[in-house]
């Protein structure tokens, strides 16, 4: 069974700072894809970015960057240069290859402060 | 394109009675998959359809069912509703099942008294 876990129930950042959210996952798979997906108070789950396991190179999407260290089973997400609208609560997410189901951590609820 | 849309969006019901919730995806896509948001339990898969045929199921008791259509529009049902089905009920889309990002609707929010 695939366990994704987030150690971090809540993060806290000044606006225009820099965070770093921690995912690790347990997996016996080598071909997989990893995700972050963010939930605003709306509760509209919006997907921030996503990282194949077979490339090397750690995604990027604007300001929000991955750490991906696929032997360290670590997929951690940076938020640059941070705003009032990142609040949210933030999951990171798993799914193996030609697998349906998505697994999730338990979140991590971000605070931006003004 | 529209996104993912789910109705009804916030519903009540008894405890006893059964519920109906729909799901349209993404203009092609053909896989769409149930998720159940609780609090204590976080975000649980219930089950996945593509091409009208469910392909798997989560741990969840009979009274969770679901279908999909020839158009790719998904429904569920929960029969014989429980205080404990109240959550979050999201549905999510991708073009084709088993490769790559799932992209979710906002959710329809169940309250059972």
């Known amino acids: 069974a695939q366990t994704v876990t987030q150690s971090q129930p809540e993060m806290s950042v000044q606006e225009a700072e820099t965070v770093t959210l921690s995912c690790t996952y347990d997996?016996?798979?080598?071909?997989?894809?990893l995700f972050w997906y963010k939930q605003p108070p709306s509760r509209q789950m919006i997907l921030v970015i996503r990282?194949?396991?077979?490339?090397?190179q750690n995604a990027t999407e604007n300001r929000f960057s991955v750490n991906f260290q696929k032997a360290a089973k670590s997929f951690s997400l940076k938020i640059s240069d941070s705003q009032l609208g990142d609040a949210a609560m933030y999951f990171c997410?798993?799914?193996?290859?030609?697998?349906?189901?998505?697994?999730f951590g338990a979140g991590t609820t971000v605070t931006v402060r003004a | 394109k529209a996104g993912v849309t789910q109705t009804p969006r916030y519903l009540i019901k008894t405890r006893g009675q059964q519920v109906t919730l729909s799901c349209s995806p993404i203009?092609?896509?053909?896989?769409v998959s149930w998720y159940q948001q609780t609090p204590g339990q976080g975000l649980q898969f219930l089950f996945e359809?593509?091409?009208?045929?469910?392909?798997n199921k989560g741990n969840f008791p009979g009274r969770f069912s679901g279908r999909q259509f020839s158009n790719s529009r998904s429904e569920m049902n929960v029969s014989t509703l429980e205080l404990g089905d109240s959550a979050l009920y999201l549905c999510?889309?991708?073009?084709?099942?088993?490769?790559?990002?799932?992209?979710f609707g906002p959710g329809t929010r169940l309250t059972v008294t």
């Open positions: 999510a889309s991708s073009w084709a099942s088993g490769i790559g990002e799932q992209y």
């Open positions: 997996t016996s798979e080598s071909d997989y894809y």
């Open positions: 990282q194949e396991a077979y490339k090397q």
């Open positions: 997410a798993y799914i193996p290859l030609n697998d349906y189901k998505l697994s």
């Open positions: 203009s092609g896509h053909r896989s």
């Open positions: 359809y593509f091409s009208e045929t469910q392909r």
